[in-house]
Nanobody, 119 residues
Framework: QVQVAESGGGLVQPGGSLTLSCAAS????????GGWYRQAPGKQREMVAT???????NYAASVKGRFAISRDNAKNTVYLQMNSLRPEDTAVYYC?????????????WGQGTQVTVSS
């Protein structure tokens, strides 16, 4: 059974930093696009950042320049380094693993990790 486990969430003051990790028991991991999404109370889930198996990155405009997504295919892990955090970054952050189009492979979501930015 595939497991997708996020870690690293918590409470941080504005201007602070957090690093989220997402470890998945998927083989082969490197063909999946890794992504982080977030959902704040009363809002729809939105894309934060994605990274292809080859390392091509994409960011939401609201986090560009503050967040950095990366991956370690040898460890089956995707990371999200979050700097200069703002109260509006408060949300549940979800890891997503998206297979190649038309591969017939399933998409995976993690259970989510809470990030709260508050003084």
């Amino acid at each position: 059974q595939v497991q997708v486990a996020e870690s690293g969430g918590g409470l941080v003051q504005p201007g602070g930093s957090l690093t989220l990790s997402c470890a998945a028991s998927i083989t082969p991991f490197n063909i999946y696009v890794g992504g982080w999404y977030r959902q704040a109370p009363g809002k729809q889930r939105e894309m934060v950042a994605t990274i292809s198996g080859a390392g091509r990155m994409n960011y939401a405009a609201s986090v560009k320049g503050r967040f950095a997504i990366s991956r370690d295919n040898a460890k089956n892990t995707v990371y999200l380094q979050m700097n200069s955090l703002r109260p509006e970054d408060t949300a549940v952050y979800y890891c997503n693993l998206d297979p190649p189009a038309f591969s017939g492979l399933p998409k995976y979501w993690g259970q989510g990790t809470q990030v709260t930015v508050s003084s």
